[in-house]
C-alpha cells in the first residue's frame, strides 16, 4: 500500500554563493548491515517484506536543518522565506514548509558553498541511522521504546515544532529522527524488493518522494524509524522539513 499526497508546483530558482553560513553538525555513521523495514509487528505493508541492507559509511547531520540555518541561505541566495507556520519562524526549531526540490537546492548551495558533498539521504541511510546504526538497541522510535523521551509528536507538542535537540538522542547522538518535523529523503517512493540490496537508491518508476520520521502533528505510529510515505516533491508542509548527509571523511 503506497501512502501518497499530491502536490502543487512551485518554481525553484537559487544561486550559488560563497560566504559565511552555519554548517550543518554532522554525526558519522558506520557502515555495516541491517534488515530494513517493521519487524515487529504493526507496521503497514508498505513496510515489508524486511530485507537485507549493505550501506557504506558516511556521515548525517545531527540535528534537522533549522530555521537560522535556512534564513542564512535565502539571505545570501538571495530567496524569500517561505510562508510562516502558524507559530512563526524560530531560529532553533527545524525548518518546514520546504519542498524536497527547495531541499535539492539547499544541498547544491551548500555543496558549492564548503567544497563538500551534501545531498538528502537516501531511505536507507535514514532509517539505518535512525535506528541507530551498529549500535542499535532496536528500539521502537530513535532512540527509546518511549516517544516522549525523544520525540515531539500530537500528544506533547502542544501544536508546533520545538528547539531541534530537546528531546534525548539516540544510539549515535542524533537528534529528532522521531517526531518535530518530517524529514525529506532522495528516493522515489515505491514498493520493497525483498532482494539483498548495497547502498540502495531506491525506485525509478514513482513520480512521489519518500519522507521519514513523523511529526509535531502525527501519531505515534508514524514516529517509527520503518514508517514511510510518500509526497509530490514540488509540496511542501508546515510539519516537514529536513536533514543532510555527506560522505564519509
Known sequence: MRKIFAGLPIALFFSLTVSAQTEPEMIKVKGGSFMMGDSKGGGDPDEKPVHKVTLSDYEIGKTEITVKQWREYTTL?????????????????????????????????????????????TEAEW???????????????????????VGWYRENSKGSTHPVAGKKANELGIFDMSGNAWEWCSDLLDEYSASPATNPTGSTNSV?????????????????????????????????GFRVVRASR
Open 208 to 240: 512521489f518522494r519518500i519522507r521519514r520520521g513523523g511529526s509535531w502533528d502525527d501519531i505515534a505510529k508514524r514516529a517509527r524509524p520503518t514508517y514511510r510515505i510518500g509526497n509530490s516533491p514540488r509540496r511542501s508542509y508546515h510539519s516537514l
Open 77 to 121: 541566495a538571495n530567496l524569500k522565506m517561505p510562508d510562516a507556520p502558524a507559530w512563526g519562524w524560530n531560529d532553533d526549531h527545524p525548518m518546514v514548509n520546504v519542498t524536497w526540490e527547495e531541499a535539492t537546492a539547499y544541498c547544491v548551495w551548500l555543496s558549492g558553498k564548503t567544497g563538500k558533498v551534501y545531498r538528502l539521504p
Open 127 to 149: 532509517e539505518y541511522a535512525a535506528r541507530g546504526g551498529a549500535s542499535s538497541k532496536n528500539n521502537l522510535y530513535a532512540g527509546s521504546n518511549e516517544l516522549d523521551e
